[in-house]
């Protein structure tokens, strides 16, 4: 089955710097590899997600990078700032089967103002 | 509209009870899914239904666990004979058809004493 691995655990920078999150994935069937955010006691919250017929997709401050032959994508997070701290979780699913997806243990991002 | 709901927030048990957990998907949503979330880590994925039926329950851990949709709406996980390690946070999901996002209900933590 679908094994996600995620890095870095732990991630802090300054607020206005850019964050880096990355992920692998192991089935090549996988299709759709959406990233959550989690605050402290919420629900894990959809934020962007890409498509494996597309290599980069982008949203104001927010964008996702896929690389399908080296199976691993990446959230980039421009001019950060202190409300974007928080649990990050990528995922990877078949869309084609039951779409049930497969996360990664999660990256803490921590913006220090 | 109203998102997914879940009850209750909080079940604290004591080791060999038996419990049941609600999930109510977005008005609309046929497919529907069960995760657990354990400190510090990225949800697990445990049943999916598609409509009343379960289409894939390969994640349940034990059978212990299992869960059902009778009307393709409302869903309950239900765990007999409790242990210590159940204890975790039981997240349910929905999909609309013909789409990939999942959304989140705010979860359940379950805490077995």
């Known amino acids: 089955g679908e094994n996600v691995e995620q890095h870095p655990s732990t991630l802090s920078v300054q607020e206005g710097d850019s964050a880096v999150i990355k992920c692998t994935y192991s089935d090549s069937a996988s299709n759709y590899f959406p990233w959550y955010k989690q605050e402290l006691g919420k629900r894990p919250q959809l934020i962007i997600d890409?498509?494996?017929?597309?290599g980069e997709k982008k949203d104001q401050r927010i964008a996702v990078t896929l690389n399908k032959t080296a199976k691993h994508f990446s959230l980039h997070i421009t001019e950060t700032q202190p409300e974007d701290s928080a649990v990050y979780f990528c995922?990877?699913?078949?869309?084609?089967?039951?779409?049930?997806?497969?996360f990664g243990a999660g990256t803490r991002l921590t913006v220090k103002p | 509209g109203a998102g997914v709901s879940q009850t209750p927030s909080n079940k604290v048990t004591e080791k060999g009870k038996y419990v049941e957990l609600r999930c109510d998907p977005i008005?609309?949503?046929?497919?529907l899914y069960w995760y657990r979330q354990s400190l510090g880590q990225g949800p697990e994925f445990l049943i999916y239904?598609?409509?009343?039926?379960?289409?894939?329950d390969s994640g349940l851990p034990n059978d212990r666990f299992f869960a059902v949709r009778p009307e393709g709406s409302v869903s309950t996980l239900k765990i007999q004979r409790t242990e210590r390690g159940d204890s975790a946070v039981y997240l349910c999901?929905?999909?609309?058809?013909?789409?990939?996002?999942?959304?989140f209900g705010p979860g359940t933590r379950l805490t077995v004493l």
């Open positions: 890409i498509r494996s017929n597309v």
């Open positions: 239904f598609q409509g009343t039926g379960a289409a894939d």
């Open positions: 999901a929905s999909r609309g058809t013909g789409r990939n996002e999942q959304f």
């Open positions: 008005s609309g949503h046929t497919a």
């Open positions: 995922a990877a699913s078949f869309t084609a089967g039951n779409n049930d997806m497969r």
